[in-house]
């Protein structure tokens, strides 16, 4: 791991914990979307639908992420 990045993480705690809980929430929208289209289709997506789910995602991560990251201020 580079100094900097060390250096940054080990001293400023609160860039560490920001982003942290920034790349959990990234996964855990992602993954609730995925789950949300896993449950609508009952465990077999159409092939079809997975350009949904990536816009989806990326729909989700708009505008939750902006929410989440004003809610730590």
């Not at 996964?27 to 979307?33: M, T």
């Not at 350009?51 to 729909?59: A, E, T």
Request: hydrophobic content about 60%.
């Amino acid at each position: 791991m580079p100094n900097f990045i060390k250096k940054l993480l080990t001293e400023n705690r609160r860039f560490a914990r920001v982003l942290f809980f920034l790349v959990f929430d990234v996964v855990f929208i992602s993954l609730a979307v995925f789950l949300a289209f896993y449950l609508r289709f009952e465990g077999e997506i159409p092939i079809r639908h997975f350009s949904n789910i990536q816009g989806m995602v990326v729909l989700a991560l708009v505008i939750t992420l902006p929410i989440f990251c004003s809610i730590t201020k």
